[in-house]
């Protein structure tokens, strides 16, 4: 599903996923077959920003926080949430 947010996106969108410290095991399987980035964290990124999993962290032009969008709460597999998950990132995009 991300990797065709990214698709949708602008091209000056990136998505880039950052696992949870302790879980690097999982990042094998996590990356096969797909093209997006894939970082782990150290610890300091998932405490310093206060993320829950699934959390899509969203920042403006200058990598500061702008807002959170869990994709939990708003499965991306209905319409409405997927396409205000991309207005959303449009949005902060443009300002």
Not at 22 to 42: I, M
Not at 66 to 88: A, K, M, P, R
Request: proline fraction near 1%; aromatic fraction near 10%; include cysteine.
């Amino acid at each position: 599903m991300l990797d065709q947010l990214q698709t949708d996106l602008a091209d000056d969108i990136v998505i880039l996923g950052l696992n949870e410290m302790g879980h690097e095991s999982g990042n094998e399987e996590f990356c096969s077959g797909r093209d997006l980035p894939w970082a782990q964290d150290d610890g300091a990124v998932w405490d310093a920003w206060g993320v829950t999993y699934r959390d899509v962290v969203i920042l403006d032009r200058d990598g500061n926080f702008h807002t959170v969008f869990n994709v939990t709460d708003n499965d991306l597999s209905l319409d409405e949430n997927y396409w205000g998950l991309v207005t959303t990132l449009e949005d902060v995009a443009a300002e």
